[in-house]
C-alpha cells in the first residue's frame, strides 16, 4: 500500500474486510568550478553536493523515555509506586508477588484498570490530564475479589500535555534500542517531514504485519502487546498494530494514543487502533477529514489487512472508550 503526501492535505485508506469477517482483539556539467569560473551559482560541500541537492530531513525531537525510580517510590514489603515523574506524564509500579495484580487509576469519574506484571518495573500513563489522580494496587485474594495492596493520591501538573502519548508505557513499551525504534529510525532518515515519517510507518506496518486470526481467537484477558515482537514476528492482532505503530511514532516526536473502543454500524466490534497529533498538516482516513491541531485518527489494522471502507465510514462508527 503506498500513501502520497498530497497539497490537499489528504490520503486514502483502500480496505478489504479479511474472509469476510475481521475478528479483532547531478553532478552539474561545465568547464571548471564555480570559483574557477568567477561565478557563484550555488555552494557546494566537501563530498561536491550544492546546498540544492541537499535532502531534507524530518528532524526527529528528542527521545522521551519513562523508567521507574525504585529510590523515589513509597508503599510496602510487596508493592512501590513512583509518582517522582508525574509532571512528564507517567507513573511507575514495581510489585512481587504469587498473585494476580491489578492497578486502578482514577480520576474524576473515569476508572483505568491494568493488569500487572509481577516482578517488573511497569509504567502507567497520566493521560487525562492535570488534576487529581488516585492510584491503587489491588491483590487478587479470591476467583474475581480484590484486595487493596495499596493506595495513593497525586495532583499531576503537566509539563506538556503530549507527554503522556510521547513517552513509553505498558501498552507501548519500548527503548532507544528497541527493534521497532532502530526501524523508526530508518524511516526517519527517509522522510523529509513529520508527515512524511507518519506516511513511512504506516506503509512499513501495513506492509510487514499481518493479522493473526488464530491469536485473536485464543487470546486471553489481560493480554499485554510487545510491539518487537509484532515486529519480528511479522503478525498480530488489533492492538498489536496499534502498539507497534504507537512505539515507533512516539519514540521520534509524534504524539500518538492507543484508542481502545467500538467500530462498525452496530458497534458491536471492541477494537484497538490509533490517533495521532501533528502541528503540521493532517491527513484524510478514508472519507473523513483530520485538520491542523486536531487529533486524527489512524486504523493500521484495518488498512493492513482490509476492511470495506464503508464499514469505517466518515469516523462516526468508531465510539472511542479508553485512551492509553
Same mark, same amino acid.
Given at each position: 500500500?503506498?500513501?502520497?503526501?498530497?497539497?490537499?492535505?489528504?490520503?486514502?485508506?483502500?480496505?478489504?474486510?479479511?474472509?469476510?469477517?475481521?475478528?479483532?482483539? /547531478?553532478?552539474? =556539467?561545465?568547464?571548471?568550478?564555480?570559483?574557477?569560473? =568567477?561565478?557563484?551559482?550555488?555552494?557546494?560541500?566537501?563530498?561536491?553536493?550544492?546546498?540544492?541537492?541537499?535532502?531534507?530531513?524530518?528532524?526527529?525531537?528528542?527521545?522521551? =523515555?519513562?523508567?521507574? !525510580?525504585?529510590?523515589? #517510590?513509597?508503599?510496602?514489603?510487596?508493592?512501590?509506586? +513512583? @509518582?517522582?515523574?508525574?509532571?512528564?506524564?507517567?507513573?511507575?509500579? !514495581?510489585?512481587?508477588?504469587?498473585? *494476580?495484580? *491489578?492497578?486502578?487509576?482514577?480520576?474524576?469519574?473515569?476508572?483505568?484498570?491494568?493488569?500487572?506484571?509481577?516482578?517488573?518495573?511497569?509504567?502507567?500513563?497520566?493521560?487525562?490530564?492535570?488534576?487529581?489522580?488516585?492510584? *491503587?494496587?489491588?491483590?487478587?485474594?479470591?476467583?474475581?475479589?480484590?484486595?487493596?495492596?495499596?493506595?495513593?493520591?497525586?495532583?499531576?501538573?503537566?509539563?506538556?500535555?503530549?507527554?503522556?502519548?510521547?513517552? /513509553?508505557?505498558?501498552?507501548?513499551?519500548?527503548?532507544?534500542?528497541?527493534?521497532?525504534?532502530?526501524?523508526?529510525?530508518?524511516? #526517519?532518515?527517509?522522510?523529509?517531514?513529520?508527515?512524511?515519517?507518519?506516511?513511512?510507518?504506516?506503509?512499513?506496518?501495513?506492509?510487514?504485519?499481518?493479522?493473526?486470526?488464530?491469536?485473536?481467537?485464543?487470546?486471553?484477558?489481560?493480554?499485554?502487546?510487545?510491539?518487537?515482537?509484532?515486529?519480528?514476528? &511479522?503478525? &498480530?492482532?488489533?492492538?498489536?498494530?496499534?502498539?507497534?505503530?504507537?512505539?515507533?511514532?512516539?519514540? !521520534? =516526536?509524534?504524539?500518538?494514543?492507543?484508542?481502545? &473502543?467500538?467500530?462498525?454500524?452496530?458497534?458491536?466490534?471492541?477494537?484497538?487502533?490509533?490517533?495521532?497529533?501533528?502541528?503540521?498538516?493532517?491527513?484524510?482516513?478514508?472519507?473523513?477529514?483530520? !485538520?491542523? &491541531?486536531?487529533?486524527?485518527?489512524?486504523?493500521? @489494522?484495518?488498512?493492513?489487512?482490509?476492511? +470495506?471502507?464503508?464499514?469505517?465510514?466518515?469516523?462516526?462508527?468508531?465510539?472511542?472508550?479508553?485512551?492509553?
Amino acid at each position: 500500500m503506498q500513501l502520497r503526501l498530497k497539497k490537499s492535505v489528504k490520503y486514502l485508506i483502500i480496505c478489504l474486510l479479511v474472509s469476510s469477517v475481521f475478528v479483532c482483539f /547531478p553532478s552539474c =556539467g561545465g568547464g571548471g568550478s564555480a570559483a574557477e569560473s =568567477g561565478t557563484a551559482e550555488s555552494s557546494a560541500d566537501e563530498s561536491g553536493a550544492s546546498a540544492e541537492e541537499k535532502k531534507e530531513v524530518y528532524d526527529v525531537p528528542d527521545f522521551r =523515555g519513562a523508567q521507574f !525510580h525504585e529510590d523515589e #517510590a513509597y508503599g510496602n514489603d510487596e508493592v512501590l509506586v +513512583d @509518582t517522582s515523574r508525574s509532571g512528564k506524564g507517567f507513573f511507575g509500579v !514495581h510489585c512481587v508477588s504469587d498473585k *494476580k495484580i *491489578k492497578v486502578q487509576v482514577f480520576k474524576d469519574e473515569e476508572v483505568y484498570t491494568y493488569d500487572l506484571v509481577t516482578g517488573e518495573d511497569q509504567i502507567y500513563p497520566f493521560q487525562l490530564g492535570d488534576g487529581e489522580y488516585t492510584i *491503587k494496587v489491588m491483590k487478587n485474594i479470591a476467583d474475581t475479589k480484590y484486595s487493596e495492596l495499596y493506595a495513593t493520591s497525586v495532583y499531576v501538573e503537566l509539563e506538556d500535555e503530549f507527554d503522556p502519548f510521547l513517552r /513509553p508505557s505498558q501498552y507501548a513499551d519500548y527503548t532507544k534500542e528497541s527493534d521497532c525504534v532502530l526501524k523508526a529510525d530508518e524511516l #526517519a532518515a527517509q522522510s523529509a517531514d513529520a508527515n512524511e515519517f507518519i506516511t513511512n510507518v504506516f506503509n512499513y506496518v501495513c506492509k510487514k504485519i499481518k493479522y493473526d486470526k488464530k491469536k485473536a481467537e485464543t487470546v486471553q484477558s489481560g493480554y499485554i502487546p510487545d510491539p518487537d515482537e509484532t515486529m519480528n514476528s &511479522g503478525k &498480530g492482532i488489533c492492538i498489536d498494530y496499534a502498539s507497534l505503530a504507537a512505539a515507533m511514532l512516539r519514540s !521520534h =516526536g509524534i504524539p500518538t494514543k492507543i484508542i481502545f &473502543g467500538y467500530v462498525g454500524e452496530d458497534g458491536d466490534l471492541y477494537h484497538a487502533w490509533n490517533m495521532y497529533y501533528t502541528k503540521e498538516t493532517g491527513w484524510v482516513a478514508v472519507e473523513f477529514e483530520v !485538520h491542523e &491541531g486536531e487529533w486524527n485518527r489512524l486504523d493500521l @489494522t484495518f488498512s493492513a489487512n482490509g476492511s +470495506d471502507s464503508q464499514f469505517i465510514g466518515d469516523g462516526s462508527n468508531y465510539m472511542d472508550v479508553f485512551q492509553y
